[in-house]
């Protein structure tokens, strides 16, 4: 049933002066000031906060397999990456994909060879505990499409046994299906890139083979279990092998293979960022770098040299060893740190939130990226994710930064109130652009959701498309819900397909978080603010949906294997991050004096560190759901912090 949006209304946008009311639960107060001064404390001298994006070792893995490709893996490098390594395998002697899931076959093979590279024996006891599991799962055969690129890069796998991926495809016109913008915008700069890396069929060998990881049984799926899209596939990727296996002098390859691979390096270098990166993250960045050096680029020129440079920035060493960030999540931290410690109080004109969102302004994005391809009459604004990324600003983030300068409520460092209140004007006017048909928003895109992507052999790991999301949704709605220029027809659009995506058990889908909870968290806050009653009916089933996931302990937790399995929806080991999502829906439903509130926070309280943070090593973000996850090292700061400080004063947002 379809939410009646006729008599909502905004809530009024929260004041700097509400009233703080004694907490019910003790402790909460002092571990809201311990949790405040952490955060403060973690602000870097440019006004921006940013946690470690911990992902697993494919990306160490595929560092060293980079680093071999270009010439350049050094001793010291591939001893430094293959501790990181080593240390993350599993007792098992697997390599898993988030912290205490199963051991994965592809993440395993990975670290395997890279281990190899950096000089461990193949009859190493950690070598063979992993070796052992592979060939129970099926060997190197059964990996995934993007794990034996990697192989054929180094010459353990053959190119003529991948799904063929023609550069010719970037020839072809937005209108036409399967072009390049049908994907979503990390998969297509992943795309563009490896169609030029297979057209010249890159080979660097290992000095070494692995073939004690191939069960020598070809892994083939059986036409009779396959959908008629899937046959119809197998054709086409039929059809695109013999076109590949032409001779370059045959028409109309003689023309039109040149003239792809000319578009797409110029694709390829139009789109890298300032910092060196390719749309600051790990996979379309390494497949960049090897697609340029194919087209002949030296390791000394100037989009090598910028490329490497800033792999080096995205690398951490520390005490717990070398490992390299799939991503660096500056805006969208700033922004829920400003956030968090303008729940708990802080002051408008603190140091902290002046610096912090006059560093958020700076980071506006006024040109137009990608996304202009499907909505070319929107003006650009917004902000993305990361230091650099004029290309893909994402509305989530947008959402996330206007939200932030409301609720810091000052003049920002470095700028007037005038040109703070142009940039949200632009941000709002972009996002409302940015909405898709039915009245949700994707990240990244408009519109972005055609099946056919997923469809193809090449596309067998991770999300191919940005369709809308409920999470996404409900922060441009609490962002929409606190402008007095927003367009209301968008808003009551987008309210009544939050309402729809509701899930019979009371819950939300949480595509960038884990993830009923996340999801949850996120849409409740968003409808209370844009004028949904507390004791509205599907309000009230998220509620109980929450009530009855709560743990004994007081907290919440969602199992990642939760996108697999709907039995585990809502249940797993609590967390901070967790427990906080939980506990800010709760509030925003009125029910800060139930028994769950007082134990949720009781939680946090009990299991806060002295320094003011919690322990959190379980991950609670979301990249590819069933595929590649995220441990936001602040999530377990921020959250809680918005959390205990929206329940100490007394307020629902």
């Known amino acids: 049933?379809?939410?009646?949006?006729?008599?909502?209304?905004?809530?009024?946008?929260?004041?700097?002066?509400?009233q703080v009311a004694p907490p019910d639960a003790p402790g909460a107060q002092d571990a809201m000031a311990r949790a405040r001064d952490h955060l403060l404390g973690l602000q870097a001298p440019a006004g921006w906060w940013k946690g470690e994006l911990e992902t697993n070792v494919?990306?160490?893995?595929?560092?060293?397999?980079?680093?071999?490709?270009?010439?350049?893996?050094?001793?010291?490098?591939?001893?430094?990456?293959?501790?990181?390594?080593?240390?993350?395998?599993?007792?098992?002697?697997t390599w898993a994909n988030f912290r205490g899931g199963p051991g994965d076959l592809s993440t395993t093979v990975e670290a395997y060879v890279a281990l190899r590279l950096a000089g461990d024996p193949d009859d190493a006891p950690h070598l063979a505990g992993a070796r052992r599991f592979i060939l129970q799962q099926g060997g190197i055969e059964a990996t995934r499409v993007f794990t034996r690129i990697w192989l054929a890069v180094v010459g353990e796998w053959s190119w003529d046994d991948l799904p063929a991926l023609p550069p010719e495809v970037t020839l072809l016109p937005p209108r036409v299906p399967l072009n390049i913008y049908d994907f979503a915008c990390w998969?297509?700069?992943?795309?563009?890139?490896?169609?030029?890396?297979?057209?010249?069929?890159?080979?660097?060998?290992?000095?070494?083979?692995?073939?004690?990881?191939?069960?020598?049984?070809?892994?083939?799926?059986?036409?009779?279990?396959?959908?008629?899209?899937?046959?119809w596939f197998a054709r086409l990727d039929r059809v695109l092998r013999a076109y590949e296996r032409l001779p370059s002098w045959v028409p109309p390859k003689l023309v039109l293979r040149p003239l792809a691979l000319r578009l797409a390096e110029q694709w390829i270098v139009r789109r890298q960022e300032a910092d060196g990166s390719w749309g600051g993250i790990q996979p379309p960045w390494v497949y960049s770098l090897l697609a340029l050096h194919v087209l002949g680029y030296p390791n000394d020129h100037p989009a090598m040299v910028a490329g490497l440079a800033g792999l080096d920035r995205f690398t951490?060493?520390?005490?717990?060893?070398?490992?390299?960030?799939?991503?660096?999540?500056?805006?969208w931290d700033t922004a829920l740190a400003v956030?968090?410690?303008?729940?708990?109080?802080?002051?408008?004109?603190?140091?902290?939130?002046?610096?912090?969102?006059?560093?958020?302004?700076?980071?506006?994005?006024?040109?137009a990226g990608d996304w202009a391809v499907r909505r070319p009459g929107v003006a650009p604004g917004g902000w993305a994710f990361e230091f650099a990324n004029v290309n893909y600003p994402d509305i989530d983030d947008t959402a996330e930064v206007v939200l932030a300068l409301r609720?810091?409520?000052?003049?920002?460092?470095?700028?007037?109130?005038?040109?703070?209140?142009?940039?949200?004007?632009?941000?709002?006017?972009?996002?409302?652009?940015?909405?898709?048909?039915?009245?949700?928003?994707?990240?990244?895109?408009?519109?972005?959701?055609?099946?056919?992507?997923?469809?193809?052999?090449?596309?067998?790991?991770?999300?191919?498309?940005?369709?809308?999301?409920a999470d996404v949704t409900a922060h441009a709605v609490e962002m929409l819900a606190v402008e007095p220029d927003a367009d209301r027809r968008r808003l009551d659009e987008a309210i009544t397909w939050l309402r729809a995506e509701q899930e019979p058990d009371g819950s939300w889908f949480g595509r960038w978080g884990a993830n009923h909870v996340y999801g949850t968290g996120a849409v409740v806050p968003a409808l209370v603010a844009a004028g949904v009653q507390p004791d509205h009916p599907g309000i009230a089933r998220s509620v109980a949906w929450l009530e009855r996931h709560q743990n004994d302990d007081g907290g919440w937790g969602e199992d990642l294997r939760s996108y697999d399995d709907p039995s585990m929806r809502g249940r797993g080991t609590s967390t901070a991050s967790q427990t906080a999502w939980a506990l800010l829906a709760l509030l925003a439903a009125g029910r800060r004096a139930t028994e769950a509130v007082r134990r949720a926070v009781m939680f946090l309280v009990d299991s806060q560190r002295d320094d003011g943070t919690w322990d959190e090593e379980l991950f609670t973000g979301t990249g590819f759901p069933g595929d590649f996850y995220i441990n936001y090292h602040l999530y377990r700061l921020t959250f809680p912090l918005s959390a205990l400080g929206r329940y100490c004063r007394g307020s629902e947002r």
């Open 1 to 18: 049933m379809a939410l009646d949006v006729s008599s909502v209304t905004p809530a009024p946008a929260p004041t700097s002066g509400e």
């Open 187 to 231: 998969a297509r700069q992943t795309i563009v890139p490896l169609t030029v890396v297979a057209a010249h069929r890159l080979v660097r060998p290992l000095p070494f083979a692995v073939d004690e990881l191939f069960v020598g049984t070809p892994v083939a799926r059986a036409a009779a279990g396959m959908s008629r899209a899937d046959r």
């Open 339 to 367: 956030v968090a410690l303008a729940d708990a109080g802080v002051a408008p004109d603190h140091p902290a939130l002046l610096s912090g969102t006059g560093w958020l302004l700076d980071q506006e994005v006024t040109v």
């Open 407 to 469: 609720r810091a409520g000052a003049p920002a460092s470095g700028h007037s109130d005038r040109a703070c209140e142009a940039a949200i004007a632009r941000a709002r006017a972009w996002v409302e652009g940015m909405q898709s048909r039915g009245g949700g928003w994707a990240a990244f895109d408009a519109d972005n959701t055609s099946t056919l992507c997923a469809a193809l052999p090449f596309c067998d790991f991770g999300e191919v498309t940005d369709p809308p999301s």
């Open 58 to 93: 494919t990306m160490d893995a595929e560092d060293l397999l980079l680093r071999h490709v270009l010439g350049i893996l050094d001793r010291p490098t591939a001893e430094a990456a293959a501790g990181w390594i080593r240390r993350c395998q599993r007792e098992d002697g």
């Open 316 to 331: 951490i060493h520390d005490e717990r060893g070398r490992r390299l960030e799939a991503c660096q999540s500056p805006v």
